[in-house]
């Protein structure tokens, strides 16, 4: 009964999505996978075959415990500020809705403020039992490994404390049924059996090896390039490969790409891998600044060269000797700081507005521009003697849609900058907002997905996860739903004909009215609780309040 009443009550099947044309299957935001049990089995086997049973013992409770903590986040989040005990038992219902074992807390002792559990689980159905006995019949020690692991990530996750469970009984050992007991790890008193949970020094020659190998076939085992530049695609390893060669020689370069692909970074990257790296690095946005000041800023004033030039200063040129000057969206200089530029680019020499003395510099140029210079060449808005002056060794930057493997990459990435910067800490980000992540189409590229990344860095918990409400507040791209499951099993069962939506559309209907009912109806049913009610809806919170607002019901 009380498994029945936490399905409804937490509306599992319509969190549980299938996007068959996509190929995923998604709980909440975790991508899922319906896998075979007796393909499951056939791992497990190799296991025991590859590594013995001790090992293979300590490999399958690490994996549970790993699913376990996933579970048990998913259960905090779904249950919100609701009943602590009713979090605590949606743990065993998930493990049986996602067709593991289906599993029931006989006895709990729990201490809430000291995050203390002492209790028994029974289990019935546990495939990781029945597989062991298929492959090496009745035996004399318990075989639900996994599982045992799973109920201990999810404990653990729940309580912020080492709380472990142990198999007492079990139908692989000829029990009738499986159960299992928890304590906290320290009470257990058995260092071997706490070692099932720590990484086995004898793993290290197998990932030693698998380095070796990786090498050998060419791989890198670095999914990053040096320094803050990120990426693992074909297009960013065309790019980058373009500019590493770049690097070690003077040769211009220009950055091509739309804004926002980074090509501030690209420019950062080149200078400090170039042998100029301990010299300045200089950057300035040609578009940014005024027509009659670009000369100036670029090229420094003399004293007295205008009215308020009250001292000399020199350009960005000069404060660039020794290193290197970027030239962003150099595409928008005019056509008479494109004469005194390509003078400065072929003799290597400035003159200050004002001044008639020659100074001698030797920088290291790199342009970038998001225009299609050929068109403003061939438009009369750039000079052809400067392009080709520039376009020496030009270097394409796709746009992040074409890229769009590297997200997880750079989210990640982005992700431990920010965390540091505001002082919070993430398990990471889940799934589904990696999903809806790469479903955008990025007209911003990089810098949209930072800007993204902060927001959500504010908005989602310290200590959680980044979802997709986070990222997206307004909702995900369309067409990311999928289909769900209905009560009784069904997935994207049509509504029979006369249904109850059929009936509310007759002449006179009110849509708002008809809204505004059930948005009061949800948050009735959920006691007032706007996070829950939006989770009945199928809406975010935001969203539910906004709606409330609108209609005078909040």
């Known amino acids: 009964m009380l498994r029945k009443r936490l399905i409804e009550q937490f509306n599992l099947r319509s969190r549980l999505k299938f996007d068959v044309e996509g190929g995923r299957i998604w709980l909440d935001e975790n991508r899922m996978l319906l896998v075979h049990a007796k393909a499951l089995a056939a791992v497990r086997h190799e296991l025991f075959d590859t590594l013995g049973p001790r090992r293979a013992q300590g490999v399958l409770m690490r994996m549970g415990f790993a699913t376990g903590r996933q579970d048990a986040d998913l259960a905090t989040k779904l249950v919100g500020a609701g009943n602590d005990y009713d979090v605590f038992n949606i743990g065993p219902v998930l ?155 003077p040769i211009t370069v220009l950055l091509l790409g739309e804004t926002g692909v980074g090509k501030e970074m690209f420019a950062r990257w080149l200078h400090d891998n170039s042998p100029r790296a301990d010299g300045p690095f200089v950057a300035i946005n040609c578009g940014a600044i005024p027509t009659d000041l670009i000369e100036s800023e670029l090229f420094g004033v003399q004293r007295g060269a ?86 020496t060794y030009p270097v394409e930057i796709p746009p992040l849609r074409e890229r769009k493997s590297d997200i997880p990459l750079l989210a990640t990435a982005m992700l431990e900058r920010l965390s540091a910067v505001y002082g919070k800490t993430f398990l990471g980000i889940s799934d589904w907002a990696l999903r809806v992540l790469q479903a955008h189409h990025w007209p911003g590229n990089v810098r949209e997905l930072e800007n993204l990344l902060e927001r959500s860095v504010i908005l989602a918990p310290d200590g959680g996860w980044i979802e997709a409400e986070h990222l997206f507040p307004d909702g995900p791209p369309q067409g990311m739903d999928g289909v769900a499951v209905d009560r009784h099993g069904h997935v994207g069962a049509p509504q029979p004909a006369g249904s109850d939506v059929d009936r509310l559309l007759t002449e006179g209907f009110d849509l708002e009215a008809h809204e505004q009912r059930l948005l009061r109806l949800a948050t009735d049913r959920a006691g007032g609780n706007l996070t829950r009610a939006a989770r009945l809806l199928g809406i975010t919170r935001r969203q539910l309040a906004y709606r409330l607002k609108r209609g005078g019901g909040e």
Request: glycine share 10%.
């Open 95 to 249: 493990h049986g809705f996602e067709g593991v074992v289906k599993s029931e807390i006989t006895e709990a002792e729990i201490d809430w403020e000291k995050g203390s559990f002492f209790g028994t689980v029974e289990m019935d159905g546990s495939w990781e039992a029945q597989c062991h006995i298929e492959q090496y019949g009745v035996g004399s020690e318990c075989a639900c490994w996994s599982l045992v692991g799973h109920a201990s990530g999810y404990v653990s996750q729940f309580f912020r404390r080492f709380i472990l469970f142990r198999e007492v009984k079990c139908v692989a050992r000829g029990d009738d049924r499986c159960v299992m007991v928890a304590r906290p790890a320290e009470a257990w008193g058995d260092d071997a059996f706490l070692d099932n949970f720590k990484s086995a020094e004898g793993d290290a020659p197998f990932r030693e090896l698998e380095a070796e190998l990786s090498s050998l076939r060419g791989r890198r085992p670095s999914r990053r390039a040096s320094g803050r530049l990120v990426g693992a695609s074909p297009g960013f390893r065309t790019a980058f490969d373009m500019l590493a060669k770049a690097a070690a020689t």
């Open 306 to 391: 205008f009215t308020g030039a009250q001292q000399s200063r020199p350009g960005r040129f000069e404060r660039a000797d020794g290193g290197t000057l970027l030239l962003d969206e150099v595409g928008d200089l005019s056509l008479a700081a494109q004469v005194k530029l390509l003078r400065v680019l072929q003799t290597g020499e400035v003159e200050r507005l004002g001044d008639d003395r020659l100074r001698k510099v030797k920088v290291r140029v790199v342009a970038a521009t998001n225009v299609d210079l050929k068109q403003a060449v061939a438009a009369g808005r750039f000079r052809a003697d400067l392009y080709y002056r520039l376009a």
